[in-house]
T-cell receptor
Framework: AQTVTQSQPEMSVQEAETVTLSCTYD???????LFWYKQPPSRQMILVIR??????QNATENRFSVNFQKAAKSFSLKISDSQLGDAAMYFC????????????FGSGTQLTVLP | DTGVSQDPRHKITKRGQNVTFRCDPI?????LYWYRQTLGQGPEFLTY????????KSRLLSDRFSAERPKGSFSTLEIQRTEQGDSAMYLC?????????????FGSGTRLTVV
């Protein structure tokens, strides 16, 4: 079974600075997808960025980018120019080739943005 | 269409009572998922529907849990004889198609408290 590990339960960053959230995963599959989701307090899960494993190029969405290291099974999220609205719980998620295509989530990293 | 709707947002019930939650997915999404999220953890997969067919169930889904998706539209999740360990946020997500990068849209969840 696939597992996703987020080793940083909490992180903080100064407004306008850059922060990197770590994620590692374990899988024997070669074809899969990785996601970062943001969950603000009492609000729904929102997709931040996604990456196809067969693509070597790291995904980028505005201030959000990933560092995907397939051999190391690492998928970190970098947030540049952090804003107060970025404060949330961030989850790394894996989607493999199983028939249901369900997501396997890590335990999350609580990001605090300091003014 | 405003996204995935879940009802109720909050439910407090006494141990031993039955509860039912509803999820209305995005209308053109034929895939529907239920997840359970306990405090401080990432969501865990419970079950998956493709149209009206329930195609996969996690071992987390004990005999006290049942889910339906009549006519492939809304879905219900029922928990019978609730236990304190059932206290959690129950999330519904939907998505279209079979491609890996099709986005999963999450609802805001139903928070269940069993007292």
């Amino acid at each position: 079974a696939q597992t996703v590990t987020q080793s940083q339960p909490e992180m903080s960053v100064q407004e306008a600075e850059t922060v990197t959230l770590s994620c590692t995963y374990d899988t024997s599959e070669s074809d899969y997808y990785l996601f970062w989701y943001k969950q603000p307090p009492s609000r729904q899960m929102i997709l931040v960025i996604r990456q196809e494993a067969y693509k070597q190029q790291n995904a980028t969405e505005n201030r959000f980018s990933v560092n995907f290291q397939k051999a190391a099974k690492s998928f970190s999220l970098k947030i540049s120019d952090s804003q107060l609205g970025d404060a949330a719980m961030y989850f790394c998620a894996y989607r493999g080739s199983g028939s249901a295509r369900q997501l396997t989530f890590g335990s999350g990293t609580q990001l605090t943005v300091l003014p | 269409d405003t996204g995935v709707s879940q009802d109720p947002r909050h439910k407090i019930t006494k141990r031993g009572q039955n509860v039912t939650f509803r999820c209305d997915p995005i209308s053109e999404h034929n895939r529907l998922y239920w997840y359970r999220q306990t405090l401080g953890q990432g969501p865990e997969f419970l079950t998956y529907f493709q149209n009206e067919a329930q195609l996969e169930k996690s071992r987390l889904l004990s005999d006290r849990f049942s889910a339906e998706r009549p006519k492939g539209s809304f879905s219900t999740l029922e928990i019978q004889r609730t236990e304190q360990g059932d206290s959690a946020m129950y999330l519904c997500a939907s998505r279209p198609g079979t491609g890996g990068l099709y986005g999963y849209t999450f609802g805001s969840g139903t928070r269940l408290t069993v007292v």
